[in-house]
């Protein structure tokens, strides 16, 4: 067991999909994994086992933000051998080539947390970037799906509601959507080495103010989910 994570020693994947939502992770277990086990309740923090298409894959809820993912994603890695891992989540469209529904796939990161400046100190920005071995394969699986998706910069954010936050600026450099947990899953994926890649579905505008309606949600929410899990299982 891990301080957070109840699960025994062998009862995680090394390939893990990461929502942020714990029901979303019930979602996927019932629904996507055969013979999927519950291994963790422990916060509501639910995480299961099970298979997809005969190879094991975990299901971990990550709870919102930096701090909360980046407990989860470290005790994965550090105590259960976590080596492939994927966050699928909700995101907030900022661009105008990024219509609601459309998959988005996070290539690199730019974020407004110190979690980068508290490793490197005031003058290296490292860049937290996808790994390329899955990006490439879920940009390949959104294409045969025939699943719009889209790739570049996104933002990872440590506040849902910022009145200071320089949105229009962020939209001229490119960055196609907003978020809150993905520039720390690949920071920590840099730093212990294994593979890394955020994958949302575009559920808010911030341009346009649209909203995908909640009961509609789960539809693109389920094919983001496939790509995920074709990727994770290469
Ligand atoms: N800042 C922010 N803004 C918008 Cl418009 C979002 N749309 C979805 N999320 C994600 O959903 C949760 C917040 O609702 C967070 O986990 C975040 O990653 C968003 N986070």
Redesign the pocket.
């Known amino acids: 067991m891990s301080l957070h994570i109840g699960a025994q020693a062998g009862e995680i994947a090394k390939r893990v999909l990461l929502p942020?939502?714990p029901l979303r992770a019930k979602h996927i277990a019932e629904n996507f994994l055969e013979d999927a086990k519950c291994y963790n309740e422990i916060r509501g923090a639910f995480g299961y086992t099970g298979t997809y298409k005969g190879v094991p894959v975990s299901v971990q809820g990550t709870?919102?933000?930096i701090p909360s993912i980046s407990i989860y994603v470290t005790e994965l890695i550090r105590e259960y051998g976590a080596r492939k891992l994927i966050r699928v989540?909700?995101?907030?469209a900022m661009h105008e080539n990024i219509n609601l529904r459309d998959i988005v796939i996070a290539q690199g990161t730019t974020t407004d947390s110190s979690i980068i400046r508290n490793i490197f100190g005031p003058t290296i920005n490292f860049a937290p970037l996808a790994d390329y071995e899955l990006m490439s394969k879920a940009m390949e699986v959104g294409q045969s799906l025939k699943i719009p998706t889209k790739v570049g910069n996104i933002v990872?954010?440590d506040?849902?509601y910022?009145d200071d936050i320089d949105n229009e600026k962020l939209r001229r450099y490119g960055i196609l959507a907003?978020?809150?947990?993905?520039a720390a899953l690949y920071l920590l994926a840099a730093k212990y080495r294994v593979q890394s890649l955020g994958i949302?579905t575009a559920?808010?505008h911030?341009l346009t103010k649209e909203a995908v309606p909640a009961e509609e949600r789960q539809t693109n929410f389920n094919d983001m989910i496939k790509i995920a899990l074709e990727t994770i299982i290469q």
């Open positions: 942020g939502d709870g919102m933000g989540g909700t995101c907030g990872t954010v506040r849902f910022d907003v978020e809150m947990e993905t949302f559920s808010d911030l």
